[in-house]
């Protein structure tokens, strides 16, 4: 079956401190992967994809995922967090012909202070 | 360029009444999905249409929701009668392309059945 699995709900982390939010995905599904960040009472925005080409992907707001075909993972990295960054993140892959996105079940980033 | 919006934000309703959420997706993208997210899992697939045809609805709980995009422009889902697990956020996405194309998600509806 196809799955995309966030181990981690919750993530605290104090300001300026590095931080990996974990994301693994079933082989079945396709390689296009993707990181949606949900701020407080806002939608979902997309983060970063990764659709093909270089493993590593970068996000504006310096986020960066890297995908692993071996491990299946394609988790999501920042050297130093700032306040502003606390949000719910998900990740999410392609479901292929079925042209529907497949999601985990979301980590809580949470930045202290 | 707006983005995707949906009516109401909040629904509170009780058990057995009906419930219609609305969205209106990015002008131009003929490709519009139905998502939820039950408290603490996963945000789910519903279906997808493209323009006003249900390309998938493999998603659909069940036969108390029905949604339409009539004209292929906006598109409603309703729940009827509504049940308690119904409760949740009912997010719309839509998307010019498939593929790895993105989804632009709006804002969400938060439906609570009482």
């Known amino acids: 079956a196809q799955s995309v699995t966030q181990l981690d709900s919750q993530v605290p982390v104090f300001e300026e401190a590095p931080v990996e939010l974990r994301c693994n995905y079933s082989?079945?599904?396709?390689?296009?992967l993707f990181w949606y960040v949900q701020y407080p009472n806002q939608g979902l925005q997309l983060l970063l994809k990764?659709?093909?080409?270089?493993?590593l992907v970068e996000s504006i707001n310096g986020f960066e995922a890297e995908f692993n075909k071996s491990q299946t993972s394609f988790h999501l990295r920042k050297p130093s967090v700032h306040i502003s960054d606390t949000a719910e993140y998900f990740c999410?892959?392609?479901?292929?012909?079925?042209?529907?996105?497949?999601f985990g079940t979301g980590t809580l980033l949470a930045v202290q202070p | 360029e707006a983005g995707v919006t949906q009516f109401p934000s909040h629904s509170v309703i009780e058990k057995g009444q009906t419930v219609t959420l609305r969205c209106d997706p990015i002008?131009?993208?003929?490709?519009l999905y139905w998502y939820r997210r039950v408290m603490g899992k996963e945000i789910k697939f519903l279906l997808h249409?493209?323009?006003?045809?249900?390309?998938?609805e493999s998603g659909m709980p069940n036969n108390r929701f029905l949604a339409e995009r009539t004209g292929g422009t906006y598109s409603t889902l309703k729940v009827q009668p509504a049940e308690l697990e119904d409760s949740g956020v009912y997010f719309c996405?839509?998307?010019?392309?498939?593929?790895?194309?993105?989804?632009?998600f709006g804002p969400g509806t938060r439906l609570t059945v009482l």
């Open positions: 996405a839509s998307s010019q392309f498939l593929g790895g194309n993105e989804q632009f």
């Open positions: 082989s079945s599904v396709s390689v296009y």
């Open positions: 990764y659709l093909s080409g270089s493993t």
């Open positions: 999410a892959a392609y479901g292929g012909a079925t042209n529907k996105l497949i």
């Open positions: 002008s131009g993208h003929d490709n």
């Open positions: 249409f493209v323009k006003e045809s249900k390309q998938d």
